[in-house]
């Protein structure tokens, strides 16, 4: 077994102990919510590492998780299907000129030629004023029916926080295609 493989096995045995350990506690506490996603808030790194004769010390530290970011990709292709930056998403306003908003918009989105700008506008989501940005498809004049393109933008920091994006090539011919 290689040094490499030693300390991730060494950090997987520290990793699971001491979540093993939260956990634990947490239960005995009466915080079984708190309990079941600790490891969804917090995460144990590695700081430094240090020989120590025959042994390795290693030094590890709890921190928490500070925002969301989720990203999704096409199993088969690995195309970006949508991301999201819960962080960014705080704070907006109305302060960026709606056409400026639609430039940064599309320069996120990228929109092929067959996509048309079916709406753009400021309004309030969970309490969040958002720019929003969405392309619908249309296929040799034709609307294809659930393909889109959404931007989401925080005007304030003049930054996209989520992009997603559902677009096919239709399928014309009268062979089934599996998706």
Same mark, same amino acid.
């Given at each position: ?5 030693? +300390?991730?096995?060494? +950090? ?6 001491? +979540? ?30 240090? %020989? ?9 530290? *709890?921190?928490? %998780? *500070? ?35 639609? &430039?940064?918009?599309? &320069?996120?989105?990228?929109?092929? &030629? ?27 004049? *034709? ?37």
């Amino acid at each position: 077994m290689t040094d490499t493989e030693k +300390f991730k096995s060494a +950090f997987a045995a520290a990793d699971k102990f001491y +979540f093993d350990h939260l956990r634990s506690a947490l239960m005995k506490m009466g915080q079984a919510g708190a309990a079941s996603s600790a490891r969804e808030h917090l995460r144990l790194w590695k700081v430094s590492e240090e %020989k120590d004769g025959p042994d390795t010390v290693v030094k590890m530290k *709890l921190t928490q %998780k *500070l925002t969301d970011y989720r990203l999704r990709l096409n199993a088969f292709t690995l195309e970006t299907v949508s991301w999201y930056i819960d962080f960014l998403a705080v704070e907006g306003d109305r302060s960026m000129p709606e056409d400026e908003a639609v &430039q940064l918009a599309e &320069q996120i989105a990228e929109p092929p &030629q067959d996509a048309k700008l079916k709406e753009s506008g400021y309004e309030i989501v969970g309490g969040r004023q958002i720019f929003r940005a969405v392309w619908s498809h249309e296929y040799n004049n *034709l609307p294809v029916e659930g393909d889109f393109i959404e931007v989401l933008i925080n005007a304030k920091a003049r930054r996209a926080f989520s992009y997603a994006r559902f677009w096919r090539t239709p399928n014309l011919s009268d062979k089934s295609v599996q998706r």
